[in-house]
């Protein structure tokens, strides 16, 4: 029997098992989708949740059709060892056979990379409460276009309870569209008039190299809140908040509660976390996985936070297909616009991105390109002066993180910052046949 046979027959099994237990525990299950911010509304979704009810949500990527099932069970993947796959099953059977105590709330990132995999999902994950954070390219490899993409993410919507609720960002056109095909309650959120919780007001600074995080207020059914985000150094996170505090609400929890609550709120590894750096520098580690949306938002909050040299250090942003090259030369064009010192790239398709600058003319001797990360590392480290700021990014594949650890003022601090710190990822070695 071939691998993508076995792999089909535990979808199957592993979907029963699952179904299994939401039948005999009946939890509420909160489903997040997105191109990109998933994981950040979940930790921030769970940290509110948490405070008043027992909740479990996906670790590490268990975001697909395997990964959502084990969830639910309460149990990691068995690998490749026949005896941890039998731990599973027996973790099952206890909670079907005892009276065992079971969550009230789960809340499952759901992930999309291919079409049909929401249908999928919803298939037998009955949702109470669905939420799309955006949509943009990402995945774009097995899309049509983002019209498909939306398409697709917006089926979490379709088999909401009367008694559930839709949470949409009202700025994102493509999710404001669906939202006459949704049949449950819809509560919107972000930064436009129309949206039902809406931020207001923010504030963003740094006072020498030390971020002061984000304040802002939100505006709902005239009462207006203030939010302080002290670990946070994201704008685009300001969505992350207004998703845990739509879904705090839902939950009936108190309003003020909910923004004390988010003080204590931080960024999952990998995603716009401040890092200090060699030569008491600063590294803004976005390396968790790119799009040309996100991309062009850590530039912005580059470009604001630093008041000294900024240095990019970017890989490819992969699963692009046909907007490869128009998203790569997005990212050349605001790198320009923003003025930065240096420009690091590793990777063939970055060879769009560093092509583009040339012909904006942007220095030549900023710009140092690379098919080999530990070269790349080894100059940035040369080039790194006191004071720099610099953004680190990437598509998975690329393992932008291995250049954070190189140039970090405490790569024995890695297992704990740092994105793809388990055995399976750093087993995997890189050469050039990985960025061609």
């Not at 605001?334 to 990777?347: E, H, N, S, W, Y």
């Not at 650890?405 to 046949?433: F, G, H, S, Y």
Request: glycine residues 8%; proline residues 4%.
């Amino acid at each position: 029997m071939n691998k993508e046979k076995m792999l089909k027959i535990l979808q199957k099994i592993l979907r029963f098992m699952a179904k299994a237990i939401i039948n005999k525990y009946q939890p509420v299950i909160v489903g997040i989708t997105g191109s990109v911010g998933k994981t950040s509304a979940k930790e921030a979704i769970f940290l509110v949740l948490s405070s008043k009810f027992k909740v479990w949500k996906n670790e590490k990527n268990c975001n697909n059709e395997i990964g959502i099932p084990l969830t639910i069970i309460g149990s990691e993947t068995g690998g490749r060892s026949i005896f941890k796959w039998c731990g599973v099953f027996l973790k099952w059977l206890s909670f079907i056979v005892l009276p065992r105590q079971y969550p009230e709330i789960l809340v499952l990132e759901m992930g999309v990379d291919h079409p049909g995999d929401m249908e999928y999902l919803v298939g037998f994950i009955p949702l109470t409460v669905g939420i799309i954070t955006n949509i943009s390219g990402s995945h774009l490899e097995y899309f049509k276009n983002v019209d498909h993409i939306a398409r697709e993410k917006g089926k979490i919507m379709n088999k909401l309870p009367e008694h559930g609720l839709a949470i949409l960002n009202a700025d994102d056109e493509r999710i404001v569209a669906l939202k006459d095909k949704i049949k449950a309650p819809i509560i919107s959120f972000g930064f436009s008039d129309e949206a039902h919780i809406k931020a207001v007001y923010q504030t963003f600074g740094s006072e020498g190299m030390e971020p002061k995080g984000i304040n802002f207020k939100i505006s709902y059914e005239g009462k207006t809140i203030p939010v302080r985000l002290p670990h946070i150094i994201a704008e685009h996170l300001i969505y992350t908040a207004l998703i845990a505090i739509t879904t705090g609400i839902y939950f009936k929890i108190n309003l003020v509660e909910i923004a004390g609550i988010l003080e204590n709120f931080s960024s999952p590894p990998g995603r716009m976390n401040l890092i200090p750096g060699i030569k008491n520098s600063k590294i803004i580690d976005d390396t968790y996985n790119a799009s040309p949306k996100s991309t062009l938002v850590a530039l912005d909050v580059l470009d604001k936070l630093s008041k000294k040299r900024k240095i990019v250090v970017l890989g490819d942003m992969l699963e692009l297909g046909e907007e490869t090259e128009k998203g790569h030369k997005e990212v050349a064009e605001k790198i320009f616009r923003i003025k930065t010192d240096l420009f690091f790239a590793v990777g063939k398709r970055m060879e769009i991105t560093v092509k583009r600058l040339m012909e904006l003319k942007y220095p030549a001797d900023k710009i140092f390109y690379f098919d080999d990360l530990n070269l790349l590392g080894r100059k940035l480290q040369e080039e790194i002066r006191e004071g720099d700021v610099i953004l680190v990014k990437g598509s998975q594949g690329m393992r932008m993180e291995k250049i954070v650890e190189e140039i970090m003022a405490e790569p024995l601090k890695a297992k704990d910052v740092l994105c793809r710190q388990n055995k399976e990822w750093l087993k995997i070695t890189l050469n050039k046949d990985n960025f061609v």
